[in-house]
Antibody
Framework: EVQLVESGGGLVQPGESLRLSCAAS????????MSWVRQDPGKGLEWVAN????????YYVDSVKGRFTISRDNAKNSLYLQMNNLRAGDTAVYYC??????????????WGQGTLVTVSS | IVLTQSPGTLSLSPGERATLSCRAS???????LAWYQQKPGQAPRLLIY???TRATGIPDRFSGSGSGTDFTLTITRLESEDFAVYYC??????????FGQGTRLEIK
């Protein structure tokens, strides 16, 4: 069974940093692209970043470029999101997601339960 | 690409048919469009990808159709567990993956 367990969320002040982790199990982690997707409480979904199998291709939504860094450790079956210079607008539940790639298209197949990040003074 | 879902809220009774719309501001490349279901307190679940292919384990009362800028999710014979929020998602245009704002399907 595919399992994705996020951790590292919490309450931080604007400008501070936070590192999210995602522990993966039940599948061969290194065989999949992985994403972080966030959801503003009570609102919609936003793709944040993704990373390829080996960690040498990374993509970000414009609003986090230069502030967030996605990484992975295939030996530890783990995905990470380093978030620096956090803003109030980054407040959301952050989901770790295993992608489904069909041809060249990418979809979000397996989701963790999410970890809440709150940025507030 | 901006995805606009309609209606915002749909009120129906169990056993009825639900038709949810997702309209894109530009043509979605090769119908790279997916639908997700989200229940309160849960993560989203992938229902449909490639506009019309059901994901593993999704009942056949869920079907997707459409191309270009207009896509539809149809749920025939609504069951109580189908009442949730539904999102569409496209792949291909900046940002490479984006979602619609969601349609809430509620019990009438």
């Amino acid at each position: 069974e595919v399992q994705l367990v996020e951790s590292g969320g919490g309450l931080v002040q604007p400008g501070e940093s936070l590192r999210l982790s995602c522990a993966a199990s039940g599948f061969i982690f290194s065989n999949y692209w992985m994403s972080w997707v966030r959801q503003d409480p009570g609102k919609g979904l936003e793709w944040v970043a993704n990373i390829n199998y080996h960690g040498d291709e990374k993509y970000y939504v414009d609003s986090v470029k230069g502030r967030f860094t996605i990484s992975r450790d295939n030996a530890k079956n783990s995905l990470y999101l380093q978030m620096n210079n956090l803003r109030a607008g980054d407040t959301a539940v952050y989901y770790c997601v295993r992608e489904l790639i069909v041809g060249v298209a990418e979809y979000f197949h397996h989701w963790g339960q999410g970890t809440l990040v709150t940025v507030s003074s | 690409i901006v995805l606009t879902q309609s209606p915002g809220t749909l009120s129906l009774s169990p056993g009825e048919r639900a038709t949810l719309s997702c309209r894109a501001s530009q043509s979605v490349r090769d119908s790279y469009l997916a639908w997700y279901q989200q229940k309160p307190g849960q993560a989203p679940r992938l229902l449909i990808y490639g506009a019309s292919t059901r994901a593993t384990g999704i009942p056949d009362r869920f079907s997707g159709s459409g191309s270009g800028t207009d896509f539809t999710l149809t749920i025939t014979r609504l069951e109580s567990e189908d009442f949730a929020v539904y999102y569409c998602q496209q792949y291909g245009s900046s940002p490479p993956m984006s979602f619609g704002q969601g349609t809430r399907l509620e019990i009438k």
